[in-house]
């Protein structure tokens, strides 16, 4: 079974950082894109930050010069860094991949980790 687990969440003020993280584990051959999404409360589900196999990295207009996402392939795992935080950001952010395990490509979530910034 092939599981996400997000850490390093929490509350921060306007203007601090964060830095999420996310760790995948069980049988994976490979690991395709690996994303960050987050959903505020009463709003759907966005997308973040996404970075590919090579590294190609893509950003949301909202938060693009201020999150840096970064992938290691070897540990499999991905990074948010989250700078010049606004209470805008405030949302539970979930990791997500395409993942190549035992019978094919599945697509994992992580369980979400909250994020929450304060004027």
């Known amino acids: 079974q092939v599981q996400l687990v997000e850490s390093g969440g929490g509350l921060v003020q306007a203007g601090g950082s964060l830095r999420l993280s996310c760790a995948a584990s069980g049988i994976i051959f490979s690991i395709n894109a690996m994303n960050w999404y987050r959903q505020a409360p009463g709003k759907q589900r966005e997308l973040v930050a996404s970075?590919?196999?090579?590294?190609?990295?893509n950003y949301a207009d909202s938060v693009k010069g201020r999150f840096t996402i970064s992938r290691d392939n070897a540990k499999k795992m991905v990074s948010l860094q989250m700078n010049s935080l606004k209470p805008d950001d405030t949302a539970v952010y979930y990791c997500n991949a395409g993942v190549k395990t035992v019978g094919g490509y599945l697509e994992v979530w992580g369980q979400g980790t909250l994020v929450t910034v304060s004027p």
């Open positions: 970075i590919t196999s090579g590294g190609i990295t």
